[in-house]
């Protein structure tokens, strides 16, 4: 953006811009701005080098860290899609603000310790690079075991000399650097002379213990030296460091780091588990074994974690219970507990929220959102039949019925004998025809196409009117619909879950209309009981919970509503650790191949044995309006009126047809001669 800038106004100017700014897309065109000179490398050469590098030493893990802005973090894209080229793993990619202080420096710094001795890429400013080489210097980064890559942005050495120098070079010792280079020449020697004598510049910034390694070449291989057309020699790589000088690695040491992630921690991750009160298919731990359906997906996550991170995560589960086997305190205070890092992390029950993340970090949820609402199913409403549809609906469709019959009356009866007769029978036929299409029962033989066209639309209506009315009506007789704000109706709620209690609060519920319960079998007792005989209506509660119970009593209760009001369950890890985003792509794995949805069905279907794998609990089941139809009558309607307007219009311009052709003289004539003949036969 800056060099955009630069450009535009050198252009303007007619002054020449030369930036030293490494293009992190295509260099800018010569056309838009003839003014702006790029002698920096594009970073594909650069990338190239350090993913050569790497696997010159054949090292397969390395982390990245890098400044957290934008002119970075697209250097990031570029080197993670080159190692990637190479079969090279990134194990985790850190940033860091230039703004963030020492402390901010030291935590992140100690997140990557956890990886072990391994492989680093620094991309940022060299102001941050000098006090992140120093934070590591201190926390023992710095030592045998570790290897540490800096970028040629990195390694801007006027910077790192112009401050602290001997403190940040000391920190520095045993890091490869990258540099751009340019092949010596007389009049680059003659130029750097005069810079060097201009702005009194050391002879030579190699002198202050930086030492050429070698050279990368465009091909992405590296070699110790390079050598001319000339020598017509190709260049070739070392079986062993790549062409590379003798290195002096971290701590001293001449021996080539690993560069493996051995270990996520150095001691066993404390994983807390709390008792779900009531729903032990979630989780039942007693202080020998912890069992449940959030134990069985946690051990699927860090299988799947561990293949990715090419290590064994070594872990305990710790109830989170008292001498008695109740919970030691609430969920909310598990995630303090650690916060304060007695744990390094729960598994269970636990509902991510917007609070409990500024204390803890959360995995992605591994259960369904929300909060749902169950009831007991109606079928007990001896007029349930007329509500699949409203009153103004059953008058309109009866309305239409006699119109569509009166229509098919007038069109027929002057041609068909069967709509004759006396007038009783002619309107039974108007009722009949129009209603026996509701079964399809009409035998009567329509004679006039102006009757079957009415005919064929009116059935297509019959059809979808029919089609949606059964669909409905077997909602209603599943699912049962409640007023759950009505001052009549108690609801129900799990006493242990404080999410549960919050959400209910938000829907307007008097606290004298909310009863607790503990378990599924309180849920069913209440249910059946209702709000008139000391139970309740309706009990509201998070969406996992409510699978568990439609497993027990899918056959009586239906679940009748949900709203993605909470999150739903995840695990829950001690902040910055390097954990989490390996558990959170495990659990999208886990939900990607179906491997979730069968635990869940494992869990919670265990104890039904009469509910379906195809149940769907629906939301609220509404009856249907004349609004949804309005169209389809509306053509039925035109339909009809259409056929009539044609016939009669046809019959009305053969009857002028007549009149226009009469002939008064013909006919009196004709009644002449009518005359002559009878008096003639007469006489």
Same mark, same amino acid.
């Given at each position: 953006?800056?060099?955009?800038?630069?450009?535009?106004?050198?252009?303007?100017?007619?002054?020449?811009?030369?930036?030293?700014?490494?293009?992190?897309?295509?260099?800018?065109?010569?056309?838009?701005?003839?003014?702006?000179?790029?002698?920096?490398?594009?970073?594909?050469?650069?990338?190239?080098?350090?993913?050569?590098?790497?696997?010159?030493?054949?090292?397969?893990?390395?982390?990245?860290?890098?400044?957290?802005?934008?002119?970075?973090?697209?250097?990031?894209?570029?080197?993670?899609?080159?190692?990637?080229?190479?079969?090279?793993?990134?194990?985790?990619? =850190?940033?860091?603000?230039?703004?963030?202080?020492?402390?901010?420096?030291?935590?992140?710094?100690?997140?990557?310790?956890?990886?072990?001795?391994?492989?680093?890429?620094?991309?940022?400013?060299?102001?941050? &690079?000098?006090?992140?080489?120093?934070?590591?210097?201190?926390?023992?980064?710095?030592?045998?075991?570790?290897?540490?890559?800096?970028?040629?942005?990195?390694?801007?050495?006027?910077?790192?000399?112009?401050?602290?120098?001997?403190?940040?070079?000391?920190?520095?010792?045993?890091?490869?650097?990258?540099? *751009?280079?340019?092949?010596?020449?007389?009049? /680059?020697?003659?130029?750097?002379?005069?810079?060097?004598?201009?702005?009194?510049?050391?002879?030579?910034?190699?002198?202050?213990?930086?030492?050429?390694?070698?050279?990368?070449?465009?091909?992405?291989?590296?070699?110790?030296?390079?050598?001319?057309?000339?020598?017509?020699?190709?260049?070739?790589?070392?079986?062993?460091?790549?062409?590379?000088?003798?290195?002096?690695?971290?701590?001293?040491?001449?021996?080539?780091?690993?560069?493996?992630?051995?270990?996520?921690?150095?001691?066993?991750?404390?994983?807390?588990?709390?008792?779900?009160?009531?729903?032990?298919?979630?989780?039942?731990?007693?202080?020998?074994? &912890?069992?449940?359906?959030?134990?069985?997906?946690?051990?699927?996550?860090?299988?799947?974690?561990?293949?990715?991170?090419?290590?064994?995560?070594?872990?305990?589960?710790?109830?989170?219970?008292?001498?008695?086997?109740?919970?030691?305190?609430?969920?909310?205070?598990?995630?303090?507990?650690?916060?304060?890092?007695?744990?390094?992390?729960?598994?269970?029950? !636990?509902?991510?929220?917007?609070?409990?993340?500024?204390?803890?970090?959360?995995?992605?949820?591994?259960?369904?959102?929300?909060?749902?609402?169950?009831?007991?199913?109606?079928?007990?409403?001896?007029?349930?039949? /007329?509500?699949?549809?409203?009153?103004?609906?059953?008058?309109?469709?009866?309305?239409?019925?006699?119109?569509?019959?009166?229509?098919?009356?007038?069109?027929?009866?002057?041609?068909?004998?069967?709509?004759?007769?006396? !007038?009783?029978?002619? !309107?039974?036929?108007?009722?009949?025809?129009?209603?026996?299409?509701?079964?399809?029962?009409?035998?009567?033989?329509?004679?006039?196409?102006?009757?079957?066209?009415?005919?064929?639309?009116?059935?297509?209506?019959?059809?979808?009117?029919?089609?949606?009315?059964?669909?409905?009506?077997?909602?209603?007789?599943?699912?049962?619909?409640?007023? /759950?704000?009505?001052?009549?109706?108690?609801?129900?709620?799990?006493?242990?879950?404080?999410?549960?209690?919050?959400?209910?609060?938000?829907?307007?519920?008097?606290?004298?209309?909310?009863?607790?319960?503990?378990?599924?079998?309180?849920?069913?007792?209440?249910?059946?009981?209702?709000?008139?005989?000391?139970?309740?209506?309706?009990?509201?509660?998070?969406?996992?919970?409510?699978?568990?119970?439609?497993?027990?009593? *899918?056959?009586?209760?239906?679940? !009748?509503? *949900?709203?993605?009001?909470?999150?739903?369950?995840?695990?829950?890890?001690?902040?910055?650790?390097?954990?989490?985003?390996?558990?959170?792509?495990?659990?999208?794995?886990?939900?990607?191949?179906?491997?979730?949805?069968? /635990?869940?069905?494992?869990?919670?279907?265990?104890?039904?044995?009469?509910?379906?794998?195809?149940?769907?609990?629906?939301?609220?089941?509404?009856?249907?309006?004349?609004?949804?139809?309005?169209?389809?009558?509306?053509?039925?309607?035109?339909? =009809?009126?259409?056929?009539?307007?044609?016939?009669?219009?046809?019959?009305?311009?053969?009857?002028?047809?007549?009149?226009?052709?009469?002939?008064?003289?013909?006919?009196?004539?004709?009644?002449?001669?009518?005359?002559?003949?009878?008096?003639?036969?007469?006489?």
């Amino acid at each position: 953006m800056e060099t955009k800038f630069l450009g535009e106004l050198g252009d303007k100017a007619k002054i020449p811009i030369i930036s030293f700014s490494t293009p992190s897309t295509s260099p800018f065109s010569n056309k838009l701005y003839p003014y702006l000179v790029q002698i920096a490398q594009d970073e594909t050469s650069q990338v190239a080098a350090i993913a050569a590098i790497v696997e010159a030493f054949k090292w397969k893990n390395v982390i990245t860290i890098h400044e957290d802005s934008d002119e970075w973090r697209v250097f990031i894209l570029h080197l993670v899609e080159s190692l990637q080229d190479k079969n090279i793993h990134i194990a985790y990619k =850190s940033s860091l603000a230039v703004s963030s202080a020492d402390n901010q420096i030291n935590e992140e710094l100690n997140k990557l310790m956890a990886f072990g001795p391994t492989v680093f890429i620094v991309h940022m400013s060299p102001i941050l &690079a000098s006090r992140l080489f120093m934070s590591a210097k201190k926390l023992g980064m710095m030592k045998k075991g570790y290897a540490w890559i800096l970028t040629v942005n990195s390694m801007n050495m006027n910077h790192l000399h112009s401050t602290r120098s001997f403190e940040v070079m000391d920190s520095m010792q045993g890091v490869i650097g990258l540099k *751009s280079y340019v092949p010596p020449s007389k009049e /680059l020697h003659n130029f750097t002379s005069r810079w060097r004598k201009k702005f009194l510049l050391e002879t030579d910034m190699e002198e202050k213990g930086n030492e050429e390694l070698g050279f990368g070449l465009p091909e992405g291989k590296i070699a110790g030296e390079l050598y001319s057309s000339i020598h017509g020699r190709e260049l070739s790589l070392s079986n062993t460091s790549g062409g590379l000088e003798d290195i002096i690695w971290p701590g001293g040491s001449a021996t080539i780091p690993k560069g493996s992630v051995t270990k996520m921690s150095i001691r066993k991750l404390r994983i807390a588990v709390p008792r779900s009160v009531g729903f032990p298919e979630l989780v039942n731990v007693d202080r020998r074994s &912890a069992t449940g359906f959030c134990i069985d997906v946690f051990k699927a996550a860090i299988e799947k974690a561990e293949l990715e991170l090419e290590l064994e995560v070594d872990y305990e589960f710790m109830p989170f219970l008292n001498a008695t086997g109740q919970n030691i305190g609430t969920y909310s205070e598990l995630i303090d507990e650690i916060y304060l890092k007695k744990y390094d992390g729960a598994v269970g029950d !636990i509902t991510m929220t917007a609070n409990r993340s500024l204390y803890v970090d959360f995995t992605i949820p591994y259960t369904d959102l929300g909060v749902g609402t169950i009831a007991p199913k109606n079928n007990k409403n001896m007029w349930i039949f /007329l509500k699949p549809l409203t009153g103004d609906l059953w008058l309109s469709s009866a309305g239409l019925f006699i119109f569509t019959g009166i229509v098919i009356w007038l069109i027929e009866r002057p041609i068909n004998n069967e709509f004759q007769g006396p !007038i009783s029978h002619q !309107i039974g036929m108007i009722f009949w025809f129009s209603f026996s299409t509701l079964a399809f029962a009409h035998k009567e033989k329509l004679l006039s196409n102006f009757s079957r066209f009415v005919v064929i639309v009116w059935v297509f209506v019959v059809l979808i009117l029919t089609s949606s009315y059964t669909a409905t009506l077997t909602s209603m007789i599943t699912v049962q619909q409640i007023q /759950l704000n009505s001052k009549e109706n108690y609801i129900g709620y799990q006493t242990d879950s404080s999410i549960t209690r919050g959400v209910i609060s938000n829907l307007n519920f008097t606290n004298s209309n909310l009863r607790p319960f503990c378990s599924p079998e309180e849920y069913a007792n209440a249910l059946s009981r209702g709000s008139k005989k000391g139970g309740v209506s309706a009990i509201i509660d998070e969406i996992p919970y409510i699978k568990i119970f439609l497993a027990k009593y *899918s056959a009586d209760y239906a679940m !009748i509503g *949900s709203t993605s009001t909470t999150n739903g369950f995840a695990f829950a890890f001690r902040k910055g650790s390097p954990l989490v985003p390996y558990m959170s792509r495990a659990i999208a794995k886990l939900r990607e191949n179906g491997k979730l949805m069968k /635990l869940e069905h494992e869990w919670f279907k265990r104890q039904s044995t009469f509910a379906s794998e195809d149940d769907d609990p629906s939301s609220v089941v509404k009856p249907l309006t004349l609004d949804s139809f309005r169209g389809l009558f509306l053509i039925s309607g035109v339909s =009809s009126a259409l056929a009539l307007a044609v016939l009669y219009s046809f019959k009305l311009y053969k009857n002028w047809h007549f009149v226009k052709n009469f002939n008064l003289r013909d006919i009196m004539w004709g009644r002449i001669k009518f005359l002559k003949e009878y008096l003639s036969i007469n006489n």
